[in-house]
């Protein structure tokens, strides 16, 4: 190893998908661990539109491991950062970097300290399980750092004790996280079903719901759920393991009724839980109710399920359509009744994968006001418009899972000072 | 018996009130009976604030069944009225009118015809269980004037038939709905737990909320939820026997903190079973989601419930404190939070049983502006302000069984034709 005092830096910069759990994670069986009560099963959504980017820099010449969250410095105190560092730092290994001459020995990193720099794609604020693709890159990364040989599944399991749907962003495609039997956790990990090249035809569209509710976190929300409803052991013991079941059968045969029915009984029974807590959870808001009515009118008016819809511990709807021509059916809808406040222009209205707009015929403000009510509504009581109630949208697909990306002009870092650039 | 063709009319006029669960009825076993698949509880409200009134009369004049609903004739011809009054019939006997010489013999009431006037001292559209009270109100006052000699548990199964929670409105005070075993319904019936004496420091505050979402009938919606939720039976057949043990107890001996949360825990499972339902029903809305924050902050701030929630198949709120100085207190928080629109009297946003609004320092619209933020929001974010969320207040409080109105001016037809007044 290079000498202490010398200045070099050995970083690795990773990018790491968020997830949208299709059948939910809620309750732990071990805190510490964080070990869930029953298996999970998710979609990876593509890290073009939604990542966490981290770089992770070694060099003698650091006095202490220090972190940077979207620019600003947090506090890496946290057990959870604390765990996931100390499990990767067990696993390190030998790193030679040939271009500096340098070579770290496996005992080094004991001592060694680091600088991490992550930073999310998409707003925080916007309750999009920014802690999921966030700590699924933090271990991602330092994994590769430290030269750490375990597989992807064995990594999992530590990004899992940082936050528990972190693992599942540790693949692409469709994910499942194995809860294990293991008292240790050695077996609560994640297990790919099917990569993204699977199921190619899905889109994916989220609404950021306008909220003004402090939500509860999902970590107290699930330990009350736990400790005081009624109905979770059901759920967790019975409920769940049959729909995991049909869920991993309809992603393998990409039957999608099977799967929307799932999803959609699987978020509300989520919400149910949270409800049946005490005191009782309200993640859903009148808005996320119109949502979900606008789906089931509209699925029930088809006979046949056109779109998917999920919730996690907020008000935002992700929407799953089985095609492109879905899709944009289902984005005229929802521009139709939740149109965009005066001031808004289309292009931070609908963001993502804009070409579902011009799908959707709709390429301009103008044409957000001259959108017909849908067929389903006709001669019934006029479709009330909600203006505002929902700040933007995300279209979006299935994506690919972790990545390190070599391009150094990415790197959140310096490679000198190993400072935030 | 009078012959045919005379003009005579003997009537009775009846007086029922409405009630409300605090565990919950939500599904049925035989959907023709209205047999349910739990065990219910309910306190039966105060009828000078919350009931029906019904005349019936019976007259050789007539020439078919009639009935008049808050003054607009309606259809006897549905199967629930059409039950009630099958069952009221068969049990009829004979009946001596002194005063105008008449007597009906048994056998006549298979041929006379009938006609009903009803009236709801509350708005019908404000989701108040209007059917229950109706409903215990017709079958009543037909008993009544049909000389029935059935006890009222009896009775009360006959209103049963008409609208399940009817069945509860037939006793003041503390009422159990028993489920019944027995294939023909005979079992399912009322119980007086106590009677109105019983606890009579009980203040019982509705808040009406505002609501232009259509809402799914409960007919409809415990069968889509007894169909499609995976939690119901569990909840019924575990979670629900336990409770109605436990709030009798509560009742029994006056114990306000388990009456307070078994009420609150029980209202959200049966909204958690509502929304575990596919597609899942939302009865509560964001009002009524900031009514239960406000509530479980408050009992959260004290240690010890202050007040307890129920919500039935709609946003209002039906909030219970333990004695008027703490209905008080509520109210004060309800009026700071949700103050009336602007065009509003004070009068009109707070009906029934006035003296709560005194015993809150609340004699006009200013004092109403001029509240001060509750003590548990003190060095929190701000209070938001929700003008216009809660149409109006009804102070109210445990109230009596029904009876029969002899005041002759209250009666709804005229005695002379018969006919609405």
Tied chains: 1, 2.
Excluded at 34 to 54: E, F, Q, R
Excluded at 221 to 250: D, F, Y
Excluded at 327 to 346: H, S
Excluded at 376 to 382: A, I, L, N, R, S
Aim: charged share 20%.
């Amino acid at each position: 190893m290079a000498e202490e005092g010398s200045n070099w830096v050995v970083m690795v910069t990773g990018r790491s998908p968020t997830n949208i759990a299709v059948i939910k994670y809620w309750g732990k069986r071990d805190e510490g661990l964080i070990l869930p009560i029953n298996d999970s099963i998710s979609l990876t959504l593509d890290p073009i539109h939604l990542s966490a980017t981290t770089t992770v820099a070694v060099s003698p010449s650091f006095s202490r491991d220090r972190m940077w969250l979207n620019g600003k410095e947090i506090p890496l105190s946290g057990e959870r950062y604390q765990k996931c560092l100390r499990e990767i730092r067990k696993r390190a290994n030998e790193v030679s970097d040939e271009k500096q001459g340098i070579k770290i020995k496996k005992e080094d990193w004991e001592r060694l300290h680091l600088h991490i720099s992550s930073y999310n794609n998409f707003p925080t604020a916007a309750g999009l399980a920014s802690s999921a693709a966030g700590f699924a890159c933090f271990v991602y990364t330092l994994a590769k750092l430290m030269n750490v040989k375990d597989d992807l599944g064995q990594i999992s399991s530590i990004a899992r004790q940082g936050s528990g749907s972190a693992c599942r962003s540790l693949y692409g495609g469709f994910v499942k996280w194995a809860m294990g039997n293991n008292a240790d956790g050695s077996d609560s990990l994640a297990i790919q079903l099917a990569d993204e090249t699977h199921w190619t035809d899905l889109v994916v569209i989220i609404a950021v719901v306008s909220s003004k509710q402090k939500e509860t976190s999902s970590t107290s929300g699930m330990r009350e759920t736990v400790q005081t409803s009624a109905l979770i052991n059901h759920r967790a013991e019975t409920v769940v393991p049959a729909r995991v079941l049909k869920m991993e059968e309809a992603i393998k045969n990409r039957d999608f009724t099977s799967f929307a029915k799932l999803a959609c009984t699987d978020s509300n029974q989520f919400h149910a839980v949270c409800l049946d807590t005490s005191p009782p959870i309200f993640y859903m808001n009148d808005t996320s109710h119109r949502i979900i009515n606008l789906v089931e009118k509209w699925n029930h008016s088809e006979g046949t399920p056109q779109v998917a819809y999920t919730f996690d511990a907020g008000p935002n709807a992700v929407l799953i359509s089985p095609n492109r021509k879905t899709a944009a059916l289902l984005l005229q809808r929802l521009l139709f009744q939740f149109p965009p406040n005066q001031d808004t222009d289309l292009s931070s209205f609908v963001v993502g994968d804009k070409s579902i707009l011009q799908d959707a015929g709709v390429t301009s403000m103008k044409d957000i006001e001259t959108l017909e009510p849908p067929t389903e509504c006709k001669d019934k009581v006029p479709y009330q418009k909600f203006m505002g109630d929902v700040s933007y949208f995300i279209c979006t697909r299935v994506g690919s899972g972790p990545k390190v990306l070599t391009d150094e002009t990415l790197a959140l870092l310096d490679p000198i000072t190993g400072l935030p650039k």
